[in-house]
């Protein structure tokens, strides 16, 4: 799940490494965006969601999501009765393992921000790593409609992160899945010697290990791969812009999830 289609990049990952599974996608984008949510908010979506993948008796939840894996990944690692797995401990330890000189950026919403877990696991990992993190919520918005590769994208990309030009870092976390979709307006705005961190590729790995080690892969010859896609929001917005990350065209389904108040 994701609060809209960042997730997406997740997902493409994952069937890179596991192309024989199948999957269900739900994308809140009737709740985007969930940076700017308090913590209780986001728990009670992302569960919210968790309880309707229960419903469809899925083996693993992955929150594709910074945000709600902040918030939410430790709460619902133990109310599940699944394994559930986010997108932060695999960024962090692969910047640690990156890095060369100890310095690390991270950008991401507020929301992910604010919580600090990227500097925690980060210097937990490598206690001499000098953290330095900036919220860029404007960043999921362009995402979300479509501006990623255009000029403005590229104006408020470059003027964001004229803030990492004197931290001599060597190693940047994308701390949103929304954020590699502007990977290209990313690499143009920071030094050429910078690594970018996609969450998305070590969670896949993340996701494979578990299986493999829990003896839950799936074989090719069980079943034919099944994808679905839920948007909580307009379905249109959302297929336009999945079709571009997953380069290829994809139905999506509406999902409501009820009434109840989740408001911030």
Avoid: W
Wanted: include cysteine; charged fraction near 20%; hydrophobic fraction near 40%.
């Amino acid at each position: 799940m994701d609060s809209g289609v960042g997730g997406l990049t997740v997902l493409r990952e994952i069937v890179k490494i596991l192309p024989n599974e199948s999957y269900i996608f739900v994308g809140d984008q009737a709740n985007l965006p969930y940076g700017q949510k308090s913590p209780e908010t986001v728990r009670k979506l992302t569960k919210r969601i968790a309880d309707y993948m229960l419903k469809q008796n899925v083996k693993m939840f992955v929150i594709a999501c910074n945000t709600s894996t902040a918030a939410s990944l430790d709460y619902l690692k133990r109310i599940l009765p699944i394994p559930v797995i986010g997108v932060i401990a695999p960024g962090a330890e692969s910047a640690v393992a990156a890095t060369n000189n100890n310095k690390i950026g991270v950008i991401a919403t507020n929301g992910t921000v604010s919580s600090g877990v990227y500097q925690r696991i980060i210097k937990s990992l490598d206690p001499k790593s000098d953290v330095y993190s900036l919220g860029c919520p404007d960043f999921v918005t362009m995402v979300e409609h479509g501006d990623a590769g255009s000029e403005l994208a590229r104006e408020k990309v470059s003027h964001q992160l004229a803030y990492f030009h004197d931290k001599s870092i060597d190693t940047l976390v994308l701390g949103c899945t929304h954020f590699p979709v502007l990977e290209a307006e990313i690499k143009g705005a920071v030094n050429s010697g910078i690594d970018l961190i996609d969450p998305g590729i070590s969670t896949a790995k993340s996701v494979a290990d578990y299986l493999r080690s829990h003896h839950q892969m799936r074989d090719s010859s069980q079943f034919p791969q099944i994808k679905s896609f839920f948007t909580t929001g307009n379905q249109n917005d959302f297929t336009k812009i999945a079709d571009q990350l997953l380069g290829k065209r994809i139905t999506a389904d509406h999902l409501s999830l009820g009434k109840e108040d989740v408001t911030s």
